[in-house]
């Protein structure tokens, strides 16, 4: 018996079709999702070293997930790779660089926003009107929770208005600069909540009445007042 075991077996192995074993669909997509909401709360300081084993440990996943999503999160940004040492969370952002992103936001968000004037539709005006009364300040002191949730519908505003000029390219770009505005701006939150509500406002405002000039003018000094309330936190 044990003869014809070892005779029929092989052949059914060979026969049988091939079922390659597969992670879960998406299982990459979430982990990178966990770990850029953990950079993006600080939960996982900026400038932080982050290994593949250590986080593969605590999600309960393999490292190659892990790998790949850390890859993803280096192109757009947020982590670097060093030699010898592995992954980083990209540092806070330095006055030089603070300037830099603030003078590319001026060349784009106050087009896109002209553009979104002119191509939003009704349905996709109602959204940011919507959005943008979830945003308005409580009247009590802001915490620091109260502010987180601020400032990621505040990247959700300016993500809808730059998506909404149809330029995937100009959208990309000022999500990825967006990430590290975030990162910098809860680093060194202030009660300005209440003025930006404001700003915002009247951006809407001009972009629900078709106001294309009135848009890009309105995005240009809502941009401007941003620069000077966090300007002073910016390091040399």
């Known amino acids: 018996m044990a003869a014809q075991k070892t005779q029929i077996t092989p052949k059914l192995a060979a026969d049988a ?3 390659p074993i597969q992670r879960p669909a998406g299982l990459v997509e979430e982990v990178y999702s966990r770990v850029r909401a953990e950079i993006m709360s600080l939960a996982i300081p900026p400038d932080t ?43 806070i952002l330095n006055q030089a660089q603070f300037e830099e992103i603030h003078e590319i936001r001026l060349l784009l968000e106050p087009h896109a926003a002209r553009r979104a004037a002119e191509k939003m539709s009704d349905q996709q005006i109602e959204g940011l009107k919507r959005l943008l009364a ?8 802001q915490s620091r929770s109260s502010y987180d949730r601020f400032a990621e519908l505040d990247a959700e505003l300016h993500e809808r208005i730059a998506l909404a000029g149809g330029n995937t390219l100009i959208a990309d770009s000022l999500a990825r600069m967006h990430s590290h505005l975030h990162i910098f701006r809860l680093c060194f939150r202030s009660q300005i909540a209440s003025d930006a509500h404001d700003e915002h406002a009247g951006l809407v405002a001009a972009i629900a009445a078709r106001d ?9 000094a809502h941009l401007n007042n941003s620069h000077q309330r966090f300007g002073q936190f910016a390091q040399p």
């Open 17 to 19: 079709p091939a079922r």
């Open 134 to 141: 979830r945003m308005a300040p409580d009247g009590g002191e």
């Open 49 to 91: 070293r982050v290994t593949i084993e250590s986080l593969a440990r605590r999600l309960g996943v393999s490292q190659t997930p892990v790998r790949e999503a850390l890859s993803m999160l280096e192109a757009k940004g947020l982590v670097t790779k060093q030699q010898f040492i592995g992954y980083c969370t990209a540092p």
């Open 212 to 220: 294309g000039a009135g848009a890009e003018a309105a995005m240009r």
